[in-house]
């Protein structure tokens, strides 16, 4: 039997968390650049955003390993302490600030970047919308988050997913054929989460069976995850 094709992506891959390559594209390259600047940034925040499943929580995990960086979380955050401007290098992540400003008082977020701002260090946020579209209730901390360097992220595209699918099924030792990442680019979410829930069921349903990963078992395992929903 014949080798089954395999997808030629050409994909310039990063060094990430957990083991993982991240796989730079059109959609996130700018943010990659700004990441490779650190700590050579004009303002003391960066504000990385864009819709859900775009992969905002990867370049997360990226800049704080590049960076040694602090993840905060938002009840941590909310606590409102002083924090050690030069812990792990001086540099901060908070994830969907917008949400944690949509649920918090602003009060919090204004102290992290002021301290971080002394102590000549960086903060890394992300959202859903760009700062101009947040609701900040505190002018003092609207004025400095608008003036941060702020990068969209757009939703990834059918070669960036099809580079994805092929690295995750590598990462499991699978060979796939170019039919079942075409039949998953056709009919799957097009998100960073998505492709890595679905390479996982995939994986389990072969091990399961004891099939090979073919188009039939990739169909069912779709029809179960829309049944699902």
Not at 67 to 88: F, I, K, S, Y
Not at 117 to 137: A, C, I, N, V
Not at 155 to 181: H, T
Not at 207 to 221: D, F, G
Request: hydrophobic content about 45%.
């Amino acid at each position: 039997m014949s080798e089954p094709a395999q997808l030629p992506l050409d994909f310039d891959h990063r060094p990430a968390y957990g083991g993982e390559d991240f796989l730079v594209a059109d959609s996130n390259r700018e943010a990659v650049q700004w990441i490779d600047r650190w700590p050579d940034w004009p303002s003391p925040a960066l504000v990385v955003f864009g819709p859900p499943g775009c992969g905002k929580t990867h370049l997360a995990e990226v800049f704080r390993h590049h960076a040694d960086a602090v993840l905060m979380d938002h009840g941590e955050l909310a606590e409102n302490r002083p924090r050690d401007p030069a812990a792990a290098g001086g540099a901060w992540v908070v994830e969907d600030a917008d949400q944690f400003l949509a649920a918090y008082a602003p009060e919090p977020l204004f102290h992290l970047y002021n301290q971080v701002k002394e102590g000549g260090g960086g903060l890394f946020l992300t959202g859903r919308t760009p700062p101009s579209q947040w609701d900040f209730g505190l002018a003092d901390l609207a004025s400095r988050l608008k003036a941060a360097a702020a990068v969209s992220i757009g939703p990834p595209g059918d070669d960036l997913i099809a580079a994805l699918l092929v690295k995750l099924f590598a990462d499991r030792q699978l060979k796939v054929s170019a039919d079942v990442i075409e039949y998953l680019l056709k009919r799957m979410e097009r998100s960073f989460s998505a492709a890595r829930k679905m390479v996982s069921a995939i994986d389990a349903a072969a091990l399961a069976e004891r099939r090979e990963i073919t188009v039939p078992l990739t169909r069912k395992v779709l029809e179960s995850f829309t049944s699902a929903e």
